[in-house]
């Protein structure tokens, strides 16, 4: 793959244009930019040439910025959308979710454009470098959400639905909703608190966690009994929702804004999903990597990438971008064994879904199977964090408290 990258800018206004040529100049070696007016010349060029990169304007009046996202996702699933655009309201966000992988806010400085172009960049070439596809060639087609599971995620994403028909929907679901109630209340609540109606917990959740926790139901519910008790994925589950619910903790007390929280907490309940590609298709195959790891002390994410040529986390990651989630979470959920892999060098959703996922596992039973990695030491000390650690463990003491979940030792 070549260095140069090829990025498309599209904005109806001529003036926005010539202000990123401008403003972006200094990326000329590395970039290759093209600037349209129209989307509809955009869809024309991406025919020919291939784009690494678009980044397009919201508001336009021959095709709106949604409409030719969409188009784009359809047409070039393997090129990266960024929506730049002013104010966006929740509905028109909400709508646009589901193809845009990055939102960045006008007006926009060269720096930040530049970082958060270069971190896709990167994300999406550490995970294609993957392979992906000798993994893919041996199952048929990754798991597809169960209709009833698609329904209530598609719910999310229309802005008319309020988080209380999302709960009344699940509600209507038997197997969904005691399976959301068992998790929420084994998850984030004592035993004083129970939850018994799926509308509450829902509403009470929010919409990012109540969205992550319904997608892991989903992929979770795709195993056979047998292999749910063959690797404790019970245990796994609640492991997930815990990792979500701490992610958001030390996002907080690291200062990082409410959209940030959201992230880590969605990325965090969302962490593992790519083991379950490995428990649904390569059952035999996990178990003597497990086994292997116990024996020869390596972390199980090392023999994973000896064994497939990919870890679970990167596995994880090309499943929820397959899925259409947006690449902050995809980024989290990739990186979170090795978060010194990620381009971004300060505290982030990525280091707190990494924390939160070590000191779970330390503090919690065995969760994965396998030994257990600890913290990426080295990117810790790189952003100065090492003194926090003992901070982020005091989040989680008292929900292992309420939970009645102890420490092994
Ligand atoms: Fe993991
Ligand atoms: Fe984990």
């Known amino acids: 793959m070549s260095d140069v990258k090829r990025i498309l800018f599209v904005d109806d206004d001529p003036n926005v244009l010539s202000g990123l040529r401008r403003m972006l100049h200094g990326m000329r070696g590395t970039w290759k930019m093209e600037f349209v007016t129209k989307a509809s010349d955009a869809l024309k060029v991406m025919e020919t040439t291939a784009y690494d990169v678009v980044i397009s304007d919201l508001r336009m009046p021959d095709m709106d910025g949604v409409q030719f996202l969409q188009t784009v996702r359809d047409k070039h699933p393997e090129v990266i959308r960024f929506m730049l655009s002013g104010y966006m309201d929740k ?13 960045v806010s006008k007006p926009c400085q060269a720096e930040r454009l530049r970082t958060l172009v270069t971190r896709a960049l990167a994300l999406y070439e550490h995970l294609r470098g993957c392979e992906i596809t000798h993994v893919l060639s ?9 209709d009833v599971y698609q329904q209530v995620i598609d719910m999310f994403h229309r802005p008319s639905c309020s988080l209380r028909q999302i709960g009344q929907t699940v509600a209507k679901d038997i197997g969904m909703s005691s399976k959301i ?41 795709m195993l056979p009994n047998s292999k749910i ?18 992610a958001r903790e030390i996002a907080k007390v690291e200062g990082l804004d409410e959209q940030d929280q959201d992230t880590a907490t969605m990325a965090g309940i969302l962490h593992d999903a790519g083991k379950m590609v490995l428990i649904l298709y390569f059952a035999d195959e996990l178990l003597a990597s497990i086994e292997k790891s116990r024996r020869e002390r390596i972390p199980l994410f090392h023999v994973e990438k000896e064994q497939w040529g990919i870890t679970h986390a990167e596995l994880g990651g090309h499943l929820l971008d397959l899925w259409g989630m947006p690449n902050n979470i995809v980024e989290a959920v990739t990186f979170h064994h090795e978060p010194s892999r990620c381009v971004q060098k300060e505290v982030s959703f990525v280091t707190a879904v990494h924390a939160a996922d070590v000191i779970d596992r330390e503090l919690c039973c065995d969760v994965g199977g396998g030994v257990s990695d600890s913290f990426d030491t080295a990117y810790l000390q790189e952003l100065g964090l090492s003194d926090h650690v003992e ?19």
Not at 91 to 103: E, G, N, P, S, Y
């Open 138 to 146: 041996r199952i048929e087609s990754l798991p597809v959400m169960p």
């Open 91 to 103: 509905d028109l966000r909400t709508k646009a979710a589901q193809c845009v992988h990055q939102f």
């Open 391 to 409: 901070t982020w463990r005091r989040l989680h003491l008292p929900v292992l408290d309420e939970e009645g979940v102890h420490a092994q030792a």
């Open 229 to 246: 008790r063959q690797f404790s994925v019970m245990a796994l589950q609640e492991h997930c929702i815990r990792v979500g619910s701490l």
């Open 181 to 221: 109630l068992q998790v929420v209340n084994r998850a984030f609540y004592g035993q004083e608190t129970k939850i018994i109606d799926p509308v509450h917990a829902v509403s009470y959740l929010g919409q990012k966690a109540a969205e992550a926790l319904i997608i892991t139901s989903g992929v979770f519910g």
